[in-house]
């Protein structure tokens, strides 16, 4: 449903809008409110209508690290995956990138992968948007170079809830494995990436290769979320998990991947709560057999209460 009066405006801010089809795990309740804005000037919008109907605001990327409660989310959720845009520059023997929060990670892997470069590797299979990636500070096991969204960045912008846009060198945000932190209460819109331009010719082989070999080691088949849970220092989650006999377990329609021990599937239907009693048995059980605590790396959005 649009609401009238925002709807003479170019952005429509829809009402009760189920989210699982906007996330990667398919699962979760309806947004009372729902907008996909495409632009600044939209997202000022969004803002200034949750502003005026004292809506709390929630940021949904690509959706692909999120648990949404089966209670849905109250307030307005701005879902920014259509917030897209990519610009690059080659000077000086530098590749320099310029692109809104809702970039998919698989068109900035484009402009790497056109020309060649070692950042097409590390990008190839990762899902979810580009302010996702700078959020949760994505990474992977391999030894690539880079191995962590951002080693990739130089500096972000971001927007607070009152519409104002300011500009955050790296240096000034903390940066973590699997977060970024520093950039909060704001919404992280544009991000400017560089990496050396030195081509190399090998580089769509082996981002072929690697694509394979997360195909055999990964359910990707199925909606996940990809890891569940971080690795705590010291040891391998997936090992943990596996190790305590726990692929194949099930609550409902959600079950520890019988490929991959750190990712839960969704069988058919799994609903939230499914999966996080699967998450909270899991937890419970690796800490009674091997006294190791693990954190999850998911985020929860919307009402748990
Ligand atoms: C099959 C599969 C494989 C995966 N493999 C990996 C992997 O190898 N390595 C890895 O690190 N991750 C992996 N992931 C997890 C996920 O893809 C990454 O964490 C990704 O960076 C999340 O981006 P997203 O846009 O989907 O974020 P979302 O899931 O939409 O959001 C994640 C969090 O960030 C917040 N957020 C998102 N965008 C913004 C913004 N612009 N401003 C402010 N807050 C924002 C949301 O509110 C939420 O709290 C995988 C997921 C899947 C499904």
Excluded at 163 to 168: D, F, L
Aim: aromatic content about 6%; glycine content about 8%; some cysteine.
């Amino acid at each position: 449903m649009t609401d009238g009066s925002w709807g003479l405006m170019s952005l429509n801010i829809l009402k009760n809008v189920n989210l699982a089809r906007y996330t990667s795990w398919m699962i979760g309740g309806d947004a009372e409110h729902f907008c996909l804005p495409l632009n600044v000037e939209q997202l000022k919008q969004a803002l200034e209508y949750a502003k005026t109907n004292s809506l709390p605001i929630t940021i949904l990327g690509g959706g692909s690290n999120v648990l949404i409660s089966d209670k849905g989310v109250k307030g307005l959720t701005i879902c920014l995956r259509r917030f897209s845009e990519i610009k690059h520059e080659i000077k000086d023997g530098t590749i320099y990138i310029d692109c809104l929060a809702g970039t998919a990670k698989s068109e900035l892997l484009k402009v790497f992968l056109k020309n060649q470069l070692a950042p097409a590797l590390f990008l190839a299979g990762l899902p979810g948007d580009v302010g996702g990636g700078v959020v949760m500070n994505a990474g992977v096991a391999e030894m690539f170079e880079p191995r962590e969204f951002m080693e990739l960045v130089d500096s972000i912008e971001v927007m607070s809830f009152d519409g104002e846009i300011k500009s955050i060198q790296k240096k000034d945000l903390e940066v973590k494995y699997r977060h970024t932190n520093g950039w909060q209460p704001h919404i992280v819109i544009r991000a400017k990436i560089s990496w050396p331009a030195e081509p190399n010719t090998e580089i769509l082989a082996k981002v072929r290769e690697a694509n394979k070999i997360r195909l055999s080691k990964q359910p990707l088949d199925m909606p996940s979320c990809g890891s569940v849970f971080k690795n705590p220092e010291g040891h391998k989650v997936a090992q943990l998990i596996d190790q305590c006999g726990l692929k194949g377990f099930k609550i409902g329609s959600a079950q520890v991947s019988l490929k991959h021990a750190n990712f839960i599937v969704n069988l058919n239907k799994a609903t939230a709560a499914d999966t996080w009693n699967l998450i909270l048995h899991v937890q419970k059980i690796v800490k009674e057999k091997t006294n190791v605590d693990i954190v999850t790396e998911v985020i929860r959005l919307g009402d748990w209460s």
